[in-house]
C-alpha cells in the first residue's frame, strides 16, 4: 500500500512561484519513479511530469522551462517547483505512482491541491 499526500497549492498571481510537495509512505518510495498529474476544471486528466528513482526527469511541452520536478528520498517527499505561472497552469494537481505487483501494478493517487492563477 502507498499513501500519497499533496501539499503547497493556492492562489498565485501570473507571474509568480508555488512548490508543491507529495509526501509518500508505504512501499519503498526511494524505488519508485514519481509523477504529477494535473486537472483543469471540465478537462481530462494531464501528466506534467516525472521523475525516475535514479533522478531522470522528463516534463510535458507546456511546463517545460518554467517546472523543475525533484526528490528527496529521505524525507520520502517528491516537489514541483513552478516558476513564471500562467493562468492555464489552474487546475487541481496530482501526485501518482505505480507499483509492480505480482498480478500486474497498482497505480496510487494523492487527493490533489488546488492551484489557481489569477490577478
Known amino acids: 500500500q502507498v499513501h500519497l499526500v499533496e501539499s503547497g497549492g493556492g492562489l498565485v498571481q501570473p507571474g509568480g512561484s508555488l512548490r508543491l510537495s507529495c509526501a509518500a509512505s508505504g512501499s519503498i518510495f526511494s524505488r519508485n519513479t514519481m509523477y504529477w498529474y494535473r486537472q483543469a476544471l471540465g478537462k481530462r486528466r494531464e501528466w506534467v511530469a516525472t521523475?525516475?528513482?535514479?533522478?531522470?526527469?522528463n516534463y510535458a511541452g507546456s511546463v517545460k522551462g518554467r517546472f523543475t520536478i525533484s526528490r528527496d528520498n529521505a524525507k520520502n517527499t517528491v516537489y514541483l517547483q513552478m516558476n513564471s505561472l500562467k493562468p492555464e497552469d489552474t487546475a487541481v494537481y496530482y501526485c501518482?505512482?505505480?507499483?509492480?505487483?505480482?498480478?500486474?501494478?497498482?497505480?496510487?493517487w494523492g487527493q490533489g491541491t488546488q492551484v489557481t492563477v489569477s490577478s
Open positions: 501518482n505512482t505505480v507499483v509492480p505487483t505480482t498480478l500486474g501494478s497498482d497505480n496510487y
Open positions: 521523475i525516475t528513482s535514479d533522478g531522470g526527469t
